[in-house]
């Protein structure tokens, strides 16, 4: 392997410190930042995040509340925890985890939701204001993509605007969470921005366009997707895919990525691994969502790390 292996959990236990900080910041104004997710189903990677979530909010001080319901509950029943949290106090960001059982509809959900506790900006007010490069939240899973590649480009000498504004940055997946997101985000940077999805992987373009990625950063959810002769030399790779893959139908359970790893770092300049790349910037992210919504409700203004280009729009 050749490539620089861009080491999230470093980013992400900086992210963290910050983030302990703030809190207690706000604890000593009587103010405690609360998460709650909404967990439906039995999902592996659903319960996964949520375990990942808990415990950083627990360590970092939050109040933190999960709502699970059985993989068989009506849409009604979730629609109801969603208002029932949109109505507490003690709550100030929600997360809906994915994915969901059939019967109950992710767009239902979101529409739901508090706009103001929407921390992964999927209401259809959120997602708007983000697609006019004026999101109240940054998402968390997109904002640690930028994050990861803003800090890689500055360490490695090079100045992240000029950059950007000189590269093909291709986004696999458009996922209301994650892709199209990342799309927005891309642009705000003014990269030559190119989406690609299953209809393109479908009709033989993926490749086409993955090959010429200067940046490339792969959101598909499905395992090694991405190899060496699907990128140029010298690409900077963001594996977004978290993949649980069993050795054995009774064996073990580990994650891959939507990149071969070992493959394209053998013509890769820097790429993300999996675990240890996007993910754990994504869980501190989204607690920063959630100090950020505490301080918007309090009306004390909200803090944000590194969303240059973005502004953040009084509430509306
Ligand atoms: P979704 O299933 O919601 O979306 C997947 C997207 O990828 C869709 O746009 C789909 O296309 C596209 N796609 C599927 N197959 C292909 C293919 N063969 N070629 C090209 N595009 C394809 O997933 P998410 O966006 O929620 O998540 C994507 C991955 O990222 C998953 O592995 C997930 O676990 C991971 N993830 C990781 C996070 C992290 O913190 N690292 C956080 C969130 C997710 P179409 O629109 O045509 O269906």
């Known amino acids: 392997m050749s490539a620089v292996l861009i080491d999230g959990r470093m980013y992400a236990a900086e992210l963290s410190a910050s983030l302990a900080d703030e809190v207690e910041e706000l604890a000593a104004a009587g103010v405690r930042p609360g998460l709650a997710t909404v967990l439906v189903g039995d999902s592996y990677p659903a319960h996964a995040y949520e375990r990942r979530v808990r415990r950083l909010a627990q360590k970092v001080g939050c109040h933190y509340v999960c709502e699970a319901l059985p993989d068989d509950a009506a849409e009604a029943d979730a629609l109801a925890v969603v208002g029932k949290l949109g109505a507490d106090p003690r709550i100030s960001g929600v997360l809906i985890l994915r994915p969901l059982p059939p019967q109950v509809s992710e767009a239902s959900l979101y529409r739901a939701l508090d706009p103001i506790k929407d921390i992964e900006s999927v209401h259809p007010i959120s997602a708007g204001l983000l697609a006019?490069?004026?999101?109240?939240?940054?998402?968390?899973?997109?904002?640690?993509?930028?994050?990861?590649?803003?800090?890689?480009?500055?360490?490695?000498?090079?100045?992240?605007?000029?950059?950007?504004?000189?590269?093909?940055?291709?986004?696999v997946g458009r996922s209301a969470n994650v892709g199209k997101p990342a799309l927005m985000l891309a642009m705000e940077r003014g990269a030559t921005v190119v989406s690609c999805d299953e209809h393109s992987h479908g009709a033989g373009l993926l490749f086409e366009h993955t090959v010429r990625a200067d940046i490339l950063v792969v959101a598909a959810g499905v395992p090694g997707l991405?190899?060496?002769?699907h990128v140029k030399h010298g690409v900077i790779a963001v594996d977004v895919g978290i993949n649980a893959i069993r050795d054995s139908p009774a064996g073990k359970v580990h994650l891959v990525g939507d990149i071969d790893t070992a493959d394209v770092a053998r013509r890769a300049e820097a790429i993300t691994p999996v675990p240890g790349g996007v993910g754990p910037i994504t869980d501190v992210w989204l607690l920063h969502n959630t100090v950020s919504a505490a301080?918007?409700?309090?009306?004390?203004?909200?803090?944000?790390?590194?969303t240059e280009g973005l502004q953040l729009p009084a509430i509306c």
């Open 226 to 229: 991405i190899r060496v002769e």
């Open 132 to 171: 006019l490069g004026r999101p109240r939240y940054v998402p968390s899973t997109p904002a640690s993509v930028f994050h990861l590649l803003d800090r890689y480009l500055t360490e490695s000498g090079r100045d992240p605007a000029q950059t950007y504004a000189q590269s093909n940055l291709v986004v």
């Open 295 to 306: 301080r918007l409700a309090q009306g004390i203004g909200a803090s944000f790390p590194a």
